[in-house]
């Protein structure tokens, strides 16, 4: 292998090891301000307090869930941390190996990633998943930041899958 080729191997690798890199970044900025929410929410709230930010509008109300997004599996909390665990690493290994792939891939698994682990401390901490951020506004059901993350990174990670030039590879059995 020539001094071109070989520049170009690690110039590549340089490029994928900083992408795989920026993906656990996402992860653990994401598991970091999930937490500091949550503790916050945890030493300030008791279960059912409501604080209005923007009264109607936005409020802070701290909430137990022992299911999972809009109440479905309520109380399966041990099925619910073993899916959860395993998603977790499932996505730890996707990180390293879509990173290739290009920035989107790494932002929008590590937004994944992040909430994902965000939920299962709580799962293993608490029993359930502390929520708090209520839009009242639209009536939507409480969340949390790592359920931001998870939905933010979903979308991103489908539009990607759907319109981004590994995602028409892929669908076309090119990859």
């Known amino acids: 292998m020539g001094l071109r080729e070989r520049r170009f191997v690690s110039s590549r690798w340089g490029t994928v090891l ?17 937490r500091a929410a949550k503790v916050w929410v ?6 059912g307090e409501s604080v209005p930010i923007f009264d109607g509008i936005l409020h802070i109300t701290s909430v137990r869930n022992t299911g999972a997004s809009f109440g ?13 665990a395993v998603a977790v690493v499932l996505l730890a290994f996707l990180v390293y190996r879509l990173s ?14 992040g909430g994902a682990a965000g939920n299962l401390w709580d799962r293993v901490a608490y ?37 981004g030039k590994k995602g028409r590879e892929l669908w076309k059995g090119e990859w």
Do not use: C
Not at 18 to 34: C, E, H, I, K, P
Not at 42 to 47: A, F, K, M, Y
């Open 72 to 84: 479905m599996f309520r109380g399966a909390t041990e099925f619910l941390t073993l899916l959860s």
């Open 18 to 34: 900083s992408r795989t890199v920026g993906g656990y970044s996402v992860a653990a900025t994401v598991f970091l301000l999930d």
């Open 42 to 47: 945890l030493q300030s709230l008791i279960v």
């Open 127 to 163: 029993g359930a998943v502390v929520d708090f951020i209520d839009v009242r506004a639209i009536h939507y059901p409480v969340f949390n930041v790592a359920d931001a993350a998870l939905t933010v990174g979903g979308v991103l990670l489908a539009a990607l899958f759907l319109f």
């Open 100 to 113: 290739a792939w290009g920035w989107g891939y790494s932002l929008s698994l590590g937004l994944v990633l």
